[in-house]
């Protein structure tokens, strides 16, 4: 069992950054390959970037690259994302998942473990 708990969320203005981070508990973490996923009102959960469990594989959707970066820190059992240059389409609440393989990573049915979310307001 891995259990996630997102934070860092919060309301910025078009333009600024935000970190956000997402906790787990579990002895699995290190071997976990994990996501960031992301659902506005209206819309379905999207992918937005994942990383295996080494960090040496990193994958982003094509609407956040070069603006957003996901790294993780094994020891402390956290993964990142930091959002760049955030815009109104930015606005959703960001979800953190866990799953072993790094297989489909940009597939919400791939991940097996998903934390509560954290809300992300990007304001003009």
């Known amino acids: 069992q891995v259990q996630l708990v997102e934070s860092g969320g919060g309301l910025v203005q078009t333009g600024g950054s935000l970190r956000l981070s997402c906790a787990a508990s579990?002895?699995?973490?290190?071997?976990?390959?994990m996501g960031w996923f992301r659902q506005a009102p209206g819309k379905e959960r999207e992918f937005v970037a994942a990383?295996?469990?080494?960090?040496?594989?990193?994958y982003y959707a094509d609407s956040v690259k070069g603006r957003f970066t996901i790294s993780r820190d094994n020891a402390k059992n956290t993964v990142y994302l930091q959002m760049n240059t955030l815009n109104s389409e930015d606005t959703a609440v960001y979800y953190c998942?866990?799953?072993?393989?790094?297989?489909?990573?940009?597939?919400?049915?791939?991940?097996?473990?998903w934390g509560q979310g954290t809300q992300v307001t990007v304001s003009s």
């Open positions: 990383i295996s469990w080494s960090g040496s594989m990193i």
């Open positions: 998942a866990a799953t072993q393989p790094w297989r489909s990573v940009s597939s919400r049915d791939a991940y097996v473990f």
């Open positions: 579990g002895r699995t973490f290190s071997t976990n390959t």
